[in-house]
């Protein structure tokens, strides 16, 4: 099967999912792995480009991913051309940033960031200059506690989880994720359950802090509203 066959199905599932639940609303991000050749990754962008317009359901956005020690110390530099075209084309960017030591230098960072994504996945290793930066453009940050503390990724379990620091920092909106299911097995609302118990939050913060992650979504005013008016109320 070919990768366009492939995401076809996803869109299909989605777009027969969407019509018995019109309620639920489900896009796709297209993944570069680090490891991709240049080629690859330009195809892949083709991909989302041509299937970004699709009828309802489509693809909204591209990442970068990957083993964090591929390519490390802004080598990545070299899908910097793909990043831009998507961005020049409408679609968000999003990229697993800081996910390891061996990400986390000082120009892979600022590259990553020179790509204007939208979104950061992980942000474990970054330096101070980045959390500036990130503050600044008011990221979104999608933060992954039981991948990060079950991997070793972080040091102090939960309560040493960065979701500590970045909970009190102006600008940037927190969106809880996974990272995944399957693997680590908790369910988004068991990342809620875990932010509530480590670090204290009551219902009113856990409502407030699932609102955030409305604002980092890819798509328009009009659903960004929609979920607005949906999402519970102080």
């Given at each position: 099967?070919?990768?366009?066959?492939?995401?076809?199905?996803?869109?299909?599932?989605?777009?027969?999912?969407?019509?018995?639940?019109?309620?639920?609303?489900?896009r796709?991000?297209?993944?570069?792995?680090?490891r991709?050749s240049?080629?690859?990754a330009?195809?892949?962008?083709?991909?989302?480009?041509?299937?970004?317009?699709?009828?309802?359901?489509?693809?909204?956005?591209?990442?970068?991913?990957?083993?964090?020690?591929?390519?490390?110390?802004?080598q990545?530099?070299?899908?910097?051309?793909v990043?831009?075209?998507?961005?020049r084309?409408g679609?968000?960017?999003?990229?697993?940033?800081?996910?390891?030591?061996?990400?986390g230098?000082?120009?892979?960072?600022?590259?990553?960031?020179?790509?204007?994504?939208?979104?950061?996945?992980?942000?474990?290793?970054?330096?101070?200059?980045?959390?500036?930066?990130?503050?600044?453009?008011?990221?979104?940050?999608?933060?992954?506690?039981?991948?990060?503390?079950?991997?070793?990724?972080?040091?102090?379990?939960?309560?040493?989880?960065?979701?500590?620091?970045?909970?009190?920092?102006k600008?940037?909106r927190?969106?809880?994720?996974?990272?995944?299911v399957?693997?680590?097995?908790?369910?988004?609302?068991?990342?809620?359950?875990?932010?509530?118990?480590?670090?204290?939050?009551?219902?009113?913060?856990?409502?407030?802090?699932?609102?955030?992650?409305?604002?980092?979504?890819?798509?328009?005013?009009?659903?960004?509203?929609?979920?607005?008016?949906?999402?519970?109320?102080?």
């Open positions: 099967m070919s990768a366009e066959a492939y995401i076809t199905v996803l869109l299909g599932a989605i777009e027969e999912f969407e019509a018995l639940h019109p309620q639920l609303h489900t796709l991000i297209l993944s570069i792995d680090r991709h240049i080629r690859t330009e195809s892949i962008l083709d991909l989302a480009i041509r299937l970004q317009n699709t009828i309802g359901c489509g693809v909204v956005g591209i990442d970068l991913c990957g083993d964090p020690t591929v390519r490390p110390g802004g990545v530099a070299v899908f910097t051309p990043f831009e075209q998507a961005s084309a679609l968000g960017i999003t990229v697993h940033f800081a996910e390891a030591e061996a990400s230098s000082h120009d892979e960072l600022r590259t990553l960031l020179s790509w204007n994504p939208g979104r950061l996945g992980h942000v474990i290793w970054e330096d101070e200059e980045a959390r500036e930066v990130i503050a600044e453009r008011e990221l979104c940050l999608e933060l992954c506690l039981s991948c990060n503390v079950q991997a070793e990724m972080v040091h102090g379990g939960f309560e040493g989880h960065h979701f500590g620091h970045w909970k009190d920092v600008g940037p927190i969106s809880l994720a996974t990272d995944d399957g693997v680590f097995g908790s369910p988004l609302s068991n990342e809620y359950r875990l932010v509530a118990e480590h670090f204290h939050l009551d219902r009113p913060q856990i409502c407030a802090l699932a609102r955030q992650g409305i604002e980092g979504i890819f798509a328009g005013e009009q659903e960004k509203q929609r979920l607005r008016d949906i999402m519970w109320k102080e």
